[in-house]
């Protein structure tokens, strides 16, 4: 079956995994999804991933989710820029999510990246989603 936002159902998939105290949880394989997950990963959202290849340009990831005192490490997360609706924003109204606790992913002519990283940079791009 064709998935429509591959971001949004990636997310979907860790945010229920978690809620199930699943220790990891796989999706197909895709470069933009490999971004966010290198994002999540050096934030300290993820304990890390495995890409498997199986050949025909398919591949997957296995996520190990990441827990602390038996919570998730990501209390929520939110998919922003949807296929119906993208959101962009500049350097300057880049979103804070929960006054600088958690995170925004972006994706921006230098690569996906966090908030604070592309606020460092100067560059703006479309926020993918929120992270806290």
Do not use: W
């Amino acid at each position: 079956m064709a998935v429509n936002d591959p971001v949004g159902d990636m997310l979907a998939r860790i945010s229920n995994a978690q809620q199930r105290r699943k220790t990891s949880v796989m999706t197909p394989g895709s470069s933009l999804r490999k971004n966010v997950l290198d994002v999540l990963q050096s934030e300290g959202y993820i304990r890390g991933y495995t890409s498997t290849d199986y050949g025909n340009g398919r591949s997957e990831f296995v996520i190990e989710l990441k827990y602390f005192d038996g919570k998730p490490a990501i209390r929520s997360v939110e998919r922003v820029s949807k296929p119906g609706r993208r959101v962009y924003s500049s350097v300057d109204s880049l979103p804070r999510v929960a006054n600088g606790l958690g995170l925004a992913i972006l994706s921006t002519p230098q690569g996906v990246m966090a908030d604070h990283e592309a606020r460092e940079k100067n560059v703006g791009g479309e926020v993918l989603c929120t992270v806290f």
